[in-house]
């Protein structure tokens, strides 16, 4: 069970698309981590201004980036009893970033929003890339793993 958010400070063309783009790439890197619980989390796709001031709020840097993530809580335990649900917790994607990005590594808009949601999961799923090398690491491998799987690339 994925929720969607879509922030009001954007508007997507193609808004449907970049919906099921999300969908599949979050459900393939649940599938990817062995993840069988039924999962819970909020995507919302906003501009850089948002996510700028979630970056400066939240994380002490005082400017846009591509993707943030909010985890639940610390070990997968957060549920949701209605639903039965592992609740993950939020992604924040950057539509204006991911349109730069897109552009600058050859790679279509979907690509890149799926690339996003990937390395938003993988967070959330308590992998972080700032502990230290061998984390980073572990973590872009996974990444690098089901970007292929989705795209047959890396």
Do not use: W
């Not at 393939?28 to 919302?44: D, G, I, P, Q, Y």
């Not at 993707?67 to 209605?82: C, G, H, Q, R, T």
């Not at 959330?124 to 795209?151: N, P």
């Amino acid at each position: 069970m994925i929720c969607f958010g879509f922030s009001d400070q954007t508007e997507l063309k193609n808004g449907k698309e970049f919906k099921k783009a999300i969908k599949k790439a979050a459900e393939t890197a649940l599938k990817f981590e062995n993840e069988t619980r039924k999962a819970e989390l909020s995507v919302t796709v906003c501009n850089d201004g948002y996510i700028r001031e979630l970056n400066r709020d939240y994380r002490g840097k005082d400017k846009a980036t591509d993707v943030l993530s909010f985890p639940a809580s610390d070990d997968l335990d957060e549920i949701n009893y209605d639903t039965g649900a592992v609740i993950l917790g939020d992604i924040v994607i950057s539509i204006d970033t991911a349109e730069r990005q897109a552009k600058e590594y050859g790679n279509t808009l979907e690509r890149e929003i799926s690339f996003l949601t990937v390395h938003g999961m993988l967070h959330l799923l308590g992998f972080d890339h700032e502990i230290s090398e061998d984390e980073e690491k572990i973590m872009f491998s996974e990444q690098k793993a089901i970007i292929k799987e989705l795209y047959g690339e890396e």
